[in-house]
């Protein structure tokens, strides 16, 4: 149980378009679903925190316009990444977290490459 | 501000040899911490969560220990095997639900 699942697991775009990341929990509701970024052989940053039917809350130095967080119902968060530029390249995370115990489940993750 | 240090950064080992990766955290009022396993190019598979009521968890040949007094935990791997090479993240739990990630440890395993 407790399956999370992230789409695309790769992405390559243009320049100044768009890119919507898909995270999905499979057999339970995530109250709470998070997004992190992560560099090459660099650790985890989380970039934000959304809960159901809220808004999702930013860590400090991500840019809200440019990285929107959708979560509109207990299993389907989504992040887009808007007028993508090369420096946005790189590998994104999404996690979820249920009621009823503690723990985190992780999606496979998405390779975006922004050419 | 809460920080997580793994130490060393990366470790080879032959195949069989029991290892250590070790794990340091700032905040002594740990909620839990959590250890991960991350393969190249791959999301993050949960390997053991310790709540803060405990000092250890045990799953097959993974033992993860903490000691919140001296701010440690070690995640230990018995008999190891080429297929346990990958990154182990830790990660403390900052409030109920926020994570904190280390570095990672980069582990390959020699057959």
């Known amino acids: 149980g407790a399956v999370v699942s992230q789409h695309p697991s790769w992405v390559i775009c243009k320049s100044g378009t768009s890119v919507k990341i898909e995270c999905r929990s499979l057999?339970?509701?995530?109250?709470?679903m998070f997004w992190y970024r992560q560099f090459p052989k660099q650790s985890l940053m989380l970039m934000a925190t959304?809960?159901?039917?809220?808004?999702?809350?930013?860590e400090q130095g991500v840019e809200k316009d440019k990285f929107l967080i959708n979560h509109a119902s207990l299993t389907l968060s989504t992040l887009t990444v808007t007028s993508a530029h090369p420096e946005d390249s790189s590998f994104y995370i999404c996690?979820?977290?249920?009621?009823?115990?503690?723990?985190?489940?992780f999606g496979s993750g998405t390779r975006l490459t922004v050419v | 501000k809460q920080e997580v240090t793994q130490i060393p950064a990366a470790l080879s080992v032959p195949e069989g040899e029991n290892l250590v990766l070790n794990c340091s955290f700032t905040?002594?009022?740990?909620?839990?911490l959590q250890w991960f396993r991350q393969d190249p190019g791959k999301g993050l598979t949960s390997l053991l969560l310790?709540?803060?009521?405990?000092r250890e968890q045990t799953s097959g040949r993974l033992n993860a220990s903490l000691d919140k007094s001296s701010g440690r935990s070690t995640l230990y791997i018995a008999a190891s095997q080429p297929g346990d090479s990958a990154t182990y993240l830790c990660?403390?739990?900052?409030?109920?639900?926020?994570?904190?990630f280390g570095q990672g440890t980069r582990l390959t395993i020699n057959p």
């Open positions: 996690s979820a977290t249920w009621t009823g115990d503690y723990g985190y489940t």
């Open positions: 057999d339970f509701q995530a109250t709470t």
């Open positions: 959304s809960n159901e039917g809220s808004k999702a809350t930013y």
């Open positions: 905040d002594s009022a740990i909620y839990n």
């Open positions: 310790i709540q803060s009521s405990q």
């Open positions: 990660a403390e739990y900052q409030g109920a639900q926020k994570l904190v």
